[in-house]
């Protein structure tokens, strides 16, 4: 804060489907996909019965919602 302006330090999060996707990387979004425990343990149990990489993104702000 001393007076000094914040310049280039609000960073957006990225779009981590997108760029998984971009390296062919199959990906979950337990964000649009509507989370829950009960999601997040078939999004567990689809990456772990991939034979290539996955992603799973996990929206941790609207966890408990």
Do not use: M, N, Y
């Not at 998984?20 to 990456?47: C, H, N, P, Q, Y």
């Amino acid at each position: 804060e001393a007076g000094i302006a914040r310049i280039g330090v609000d960073f957006a999060a990225p779009d981590f489907l997108s760029l998984a996707r971009g390296f062919r990387i199959e990906a979950r979004s337990l964000v649009a996909d509507g989370g829950g425990e009960t999601e997040f343990r078939k999004a567990l149990a689809w990456a772990l019965a991939q034979s290539a990489p996955t992603l799973i993104e996990v929206d941790i702000g609207a966890l408990g919602r």
